[in-house]
């Protein structure tokens, strides 16, 4: 187990290095193409698409762009014939000609990524860069709820990440009736109806902890919902072998009309307040944390953009806190001349200006310095958040603890260990 996930973080790890090479490269004209391919599709279908984009490209009127779009395509689809159909999590293709020096210097380069998790969009664009952003979308760390709907007859177990509800696996019991059949003892009776319904509470709850105890999904895990009619969703917690530890995940109870499948879409219905309470729970104990370390322990504290950026790199800091609109923008400012590089953090606004600042290098004294890489301080929190050991916990800037931590300059920092100055 422990195996498997350091395997899937260094998996992450290089893909998210591998994106930040690929998000670099500069096409000399809108010819490069991005090909985001759903769990599961025919290639048969993919490549047909293709061939009408490659002739829908011949009305390109530059040639050297009409060309290398041309051949991205053809080198794209040569690819793909090596498959029958996208592999489950979908298939990513990055592909066209990048340039090495002066025009004519462009070399064909082509990136073929499996994801590591499902891929959600289907996509064909050509750009004058590549657009590695849906692929960066979900490296992300997201929050999961976990669902199992249950009455005696079906169940549903499900995880609930954002506003998407995965349906991992649906039940049916078997279970008889309580009206036995005429001749068996009424006792004999009772006591296969009781097996039977432990036997399949055990089948649900032997799933339910594979799943939700699988490393990666249980360090998201915010909480776990049951739900369904009467009192089977009791019962199946009591009497299961649902694992100890998720069951002090469980939140809350939801009566539901139906169970199984429709159960769990009538879950995430009745169960948004308490979602939304739980979440907000969440984000003010982490506030509550944070006061609480000003007022007591003010060496494991961090406060204001400056303070926060300036021990970001150094594995002291354990958890970021910063509001969902914190408009800063990160960017390195590179020296066009010796290629020194300084960080900086930008509003939106002072982008632009940067790019025209004129900015001398304090390395050489002689180059310009202009900004590349430039992204939202918030993404590139969470691109890093992995090599660097921290996490990054989002406050909504619209409640009450996030008022108050708006006092604060709007973002902050909870420590390992006490910094010394
Ligand atoms: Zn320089």
């Keep these: 187990m422990a195996r498997k996930k350091q395997d899937r973080e260094m998996e992450k790890y ?7 090479e690929i998000r670099k490269k500069e096409g000399r004209g809108t010819e490069l193409i991005s090909l985001y391919i759903p769990p599961n599709r025919r290639m048969s279908e993919v490549i047909g698409y293709l061939r009408e984009e490659y002739s829908t490209a ?17 080198k794209v689809i040569e690819r793909l014939k090596y498959y029958d159909q996208a592999p489950e999590n979908g298939l990513v293709v990055f592909c066209g000609a990048i340039p090495r020096g002066p025009p004519g210097s462009e ?4 990136y073929v990524i499996e994801p590591p998790e499902p891929l959600k969009v289907n996509l064909y664009r050509c750009d004058d860069h590549f657009h590695t952003e849906y692929l960066e979308e979900l490296l992300r760390e997201k929050e999961v709820y976990g669902l199992i709907s249950i009455d005696i007859n079906e169940a549903a177990i499900g995880l609930l990440e954002g506003r998407r509800l995965d349906v991992i696996a649906t039940y049916t019991s078997g279970i008889p009736g309580k009206h ?15 097996m039977e319904v432990h036997h399949y509470f055990d089948r649900v709850a032997k799933h339910v902890n594979d799943v939700f105890l ?8 915010r909480g776990i919902l049951v739900g369904g009619p009467g009192f089977t969703k009791y019962n199946f917690v009591e009497e299961s072998d649902l694992d100890y530890r998720l069951k002090k995940k469980i939140i809350d109870y939801i009566d539901t009309n139906y169970s199984g499948e429709e159960g769990l879409r009538e879950m995430v219905i009745k169960g948004k307040d308490i979602l939304k309470n739980v979440r907000y729970v969440y984000e003010k104990n982490l506030v509550d944390e944070f006061m609480s370390r000003l007022a007591r322990r003010h060496d494991m504290v961090l406060y204001g953009l400056k303070d926060v950026m300036r021990h970001l790199y150094d594995g002291a800091i354990e958890k970021i806190l910063i509001l969902d609109d914190f408009d800063y923008y990160h960017t390195k400012l590179k020296c066009e001349s010796c290629g020194y590089k300084e960080e900086k953090m930008v509003k939106a606004k002072d982008i632009e200006k940067l790019e ?3 900015l001398k290098c304090p390395q050489c004294s002689n180059g310009i310095m202009y900004p590349e890489d430039t992204k939202l301080l918030l993404d590139y929190l969470h691109d890093t958040a992995t090599e660097y050991g921290f996490k990054v916990e989002i406050i909504s800037s619209k409640t009450e ?7 604060f300059g709007g973002i902050g920092a909870l420590l390992r260990y006490p910094l010394r100055y």
């Design 356 to 358: 025209h600042s004129g």
């Design 107 to 110: 070399k064909m380069e082509i």
């Design 14 to 20: 290089w893909l998210k290095r591998m994106l930040d």
């Design 214 to 221: 699988r490393e990666d999904i249980f360090e998201r895990l």
């Design 401 to 407: 603890h996030g008022k108050i931590f708006k006092q």
């Design 58 to 74: 011949s009305n390109i009127k530059s040639d050297t762009t009409r060309k290398n779009v041309q051949d991205a395509i053809l």
């Design 180 to 194: 036995r059949a005429g001749g068996q003892s009424a006792r004999r009776f009772e006591r296969l109806r009781e």
